[in-house]
């Protein structure tokens, strides 16, 4: 009886103390910055190649737990694709990108991620030597994929981020083959205010 009291007290006050670290970090400020970068973005057909492109945009860290934090995010991203053969022929899509990450600080610093990312398209064209296709009727109009990545502070609110994104969903419109679907890599910089 004496062995089940004292661990029935030990499991109180371990709780009373993870409370109070909670409370700590909940009280913890949400903190708006803004990022931009570099994306290497490509999808998964034999015909095409990586292509370069930027994303740039908002978000807000919300605290959780004194490890752990949501950050939703509002991004501009250049995606898409470039022929494989020797030709100039760019598929272009751009969307508005909406991740909600989950994140956990190994260090105060360093932190892990992954999340869902929900994208809007703004912009679909095949361009090339001889102008541009309006895509607008073979790639839908919305993707999702899920984010996987790290990031590292400095000092004064700025740091590094790297984030890789597959995506879910086939973006082809009325598509009996096997599903295509976006990939990006991005890698850039970000400013906690």
Do not use: H
């Amino acid at each position: 009886m004496k062995k089940l009291i004292l661990g029935f007290a030990i499991a109180m006050s371990s709780m009373t103390f993870a409370q109070e670290k909670a409370k700590e970090t909940s009280s913890s400020p949400v903190r708006f910055g803004i990022k931009a970068g570099l994306n290497v973005s490509s999808v998964n057909d034999d015909d095409f190649k990586a292509k370069a492109g930027i994303y740039g945009g908002f978000f807000a860290n919300i605290p959780v737990a004194s490890s752990f934090s949501v950050q939703p995010e509002v991004l501009y991203n250049g995606m898409g694709a470039q022929a494989d053969d020797s030709s100039d022929v760019k598929l272009n899509l751009d969307y508005i990108s909406v991740p909600v990450m989950l994140q956990y600080n190994i260090l105060p610093e360093l932190y892990l991620e992954a999340g869902p990312q929900f994208s809007f398209a703004i912009n679909k064209k095949l361009k090339g030597d001889g102008g541009s296709i309006d895509l607008k009727d073979s790639i839908k109009g919305f993707d999702f994929g899920i984010g996987l990545g790290a990031g590292y502070y400095f000092a004064q609110g700025f740091g590094v981020t790297a984030r890789f994104v597959a995506g879910a969903t086939d973006i082809a419109e009325n598509n009996n083959d096997d599903a295509i679907r976006n990939s990006v890599f991005q890698v850039g910089v970000a400013y906690k205010f």
